[in-house]
């Protein structure tokens, strides 16, 4: 009877250690249960994001939130992925990364850009997934979608790099081109975790994807990937990388409260350099009026140009030295050389050069005058050379053959 209560005593002490051994493993493995979380309103969204952007009120969605960063686009600009106990999970380097790329949805508008629509379900990204051939590519899931019904996506939502390179903390230096979307497109699938039972379920409703198999990856980079453990973290910041761990900021969110943001933008204001510039109207009292019965107005000048007062052109003295017609002035080309060309030493420019002299014709001998009667019998008894009126004219002789 002694051995009995020995035996039963150890088989007590054996289900108790197995209990509180199973129950530390279900703890361990998410320690994020619903329970464990601080628990905010939209107005948390609001106060944390108006510094960062502007709230819009927008048709179909109520308040949007447009981020003020240019050239801005949902998992894409500042943040990587890093593997985590909850699948791939996009690490943002914005202070306010913690609730856009966790929770809600991104739509494209194109007056606008991109909006995010509040929501209040978490997961590591709200994404759809695409793979085959050497890349791995990810896209913003609209409102309404989630891991099992994605619909169409844009295809310039889509954001490819190639396979070895989807860990990488600079990913954005691997980003292909989105010129190429459309083949990549064509010859890769959607990644579709379900099937394998992979599928994770957030913390309401929705599903969301975890991405490519961690196996898969390891294969295509040939190294094996870094696994790291999702904390609660107690402040809305960016998700700080420690060792093994990367601590979020990911509270309950109770949508119930008459939260509000502090400033709505107008949706004309928004839309910013997207539409036409407005045209200026004049007040109806400050218009000109036009009365028309007056006679026309006769816009001409009432001086009329006359010749007198017209400038005169002058015209430069050929008989002067070029630097006599207009002195003080050196001609200069486009850049404002000047094109007269340098004198240089070294030719025979000086006072002792040879000059070329040309007959001056005050030299030859005066021409005696015949009076004008002689000429004229002269010119009527005896034939001259046409041309030529100087008996003493020199004749050009030819060579007799």
């Keep these: 009877m002694k051995y009995f209560y020995h035996i039963v005593a150890l088989f007590l002490m054996i289900a108790i250690s197995s209990c509180s051994s199973s129950k530390y493993y279900q703890t ?17 969204f609001y106060n944390d994001l108006s510094p960062y952007g502007d709230w819009m009120d927008y048709p179909e969605y109520g308040q949007v939130w ?16 890093a593997y985590t106990n909850y699948g791939w999970t996009w690490v943002s380097n914005y202070n306010w990364g913690w609730a856009p790329f966790h929770y809600g949805r991104w739509m494209q508008d194109r007056s606008y850009r991109w909006m995010w629509i509040p929501g209040t379900e978490w997961a590591p990204a709200w ?21 099992g019904n994605y619909h169409s996506l844009q295809y310039d939502n889509w954001t490819f790099v190639p396979r070895r390179y989807i860990n ?57 990937i870094r696994k790291f453990e999702v904390v609660q973290s107690d402040r809305p910041d960016a998700p700080q990388i420690s060792n093994n761990t990367i601590r979020v900021f990911r509270p309950t969110i109770n949508q119930a409260g008459n939260s509000r943001p502090a400033r709505i933008e107008d949706q004309n204001q928004q839309r910013g350099t997207n539409q036409t ?125």
């Design 168 to 224: 990488d903390p600079y990913i954005h230096n691997y980003y292909v081109n989105q010129s190429r979307n459309t083949t990549i497109i064509n010859n890769t699938t959607i990644i579709n975790n379900s099937s394998q039972g992979n599928r994770h379920r957030s913390a309401g409703t929705s599903y969301y994807n975890p991405g490519p198999p961690v196996r898969e990856v390891e294969r295509s980079t040939g190294s094996q």
């Design 127 to 147: 994404v759809s997934w695409r793979g085959g051939g050497d890349y791995y590519g990810w896209a913003p899931l609209g409102p309404g979608m989630n891991a």
């Design 277 to 401: 510039a407005p045209v200026r109207e004049i007040p109806s009292n400050q218009r000109p009026q036009i009365n028309r019965t007056d006679p026309p107005t006769d816009n001409r000048p009432s001086i009329s140009p006359s010749r007198e007062n017209a400038p005169q052109r002058a015209f430069p003295n050929v008989n002067q030295p070029p630097a006599q017609r207009n002195p003080g002035v050196v001609p200069q080309n486009e850049r404002g050389e000047s094109r007269q060309p340098a004198r240089n030493p070294e030719r025979n420019e000086n006072l002792n050069a040879p000059t070329r002299t040309f007959p001056n014709r005050n030299d030859a001998p005066p021409v005696q005058r015949v009076p004008d009667q002689l000429q004229q019998n002269k010119s009527e008894n005896q034939p001259t050379a046409p041309g030529v009126n100087n008996d003493n004219a020199p004749v050009r002789k030819f060579p007799s053959r």
């Design 66 to 81: 447009i981020p003020n960063q240019l050239n801005f686009r949902p998992y894409y600009t500042n943040g990587r992925w």
């Design 28 to 44: 361990s493995s998410d320690r994020y249960s619903p329970d464990d979380r601080s628990t905010v309103t939209y107005q948390q």
